[in-house]
């Protein structure tokens, strides 16, 4: 299985790191060289320097045969732009894309991506947290 991982930032690193561990073939891209000093030094995937919207730099590292693609740069319109090309130009059989803001989350969702958004998940948690207190406290 390969998969494609774009961001190596503290989210894409620990993916591609995780993936690898499980037995894909993992290739990273990120603009930044320096991003990749965030993997294992003994990690055994691939890294591209370069931008996702090039399409000889996703060729490069294999789009074409991914199985999956993990889509985690630092913006939600970049994220959703290269999800977007990954699934419906290239047929990426499954993409997963993290979006920050909840109601972009929730739109795509609604169009079909699968969307992971931590900053919803953190109001839940975090809202969750204050309110089982303030029910302890008068209950």
């Not at 996703?58 to 999956?68: K, L, P, Y």
């Not at 732009?81 to 609604?110: C, H, N």
């Amino acid at each position: 299985m390969h998969a494609l991982v774009i961001g190596c930032g503290r989210v894409g690193s620990a993916v591609a790191q995780r993936l690898a561990a499980e037995g894909w073939s993992v290739a990273v891209v990120d603009e930044a060289a320096e991003a990749f000093g965030r993997l294992d030094e003994g990690f055994p995937g691939q890294t591209f320097q370069g931008h996702a919207l090039d399409q000889d730099v996703m060729r490069a590292a294999g789009v074409e045969a991914a199985d999956a693609c993990v889509v985690a740069t630092n913006g939600d319109n970049t994220n959703l732009l290269v999800a977007q090309i990954v699934d419906r130009k290239f047929g990426v059989p499954y993409v997963v894309v993290r979006v920050l803001d909840p109601v972009r989350a929730a739109f795509y969702t609604s169009l079909g991506l699968n969307v992971v958004c931590p900053t919803a998940g953190a109001i839940d948690s975090l809202a969750g947290a204050v309110l089982a207190r303030s029910e302890a406290v008068s209950g």
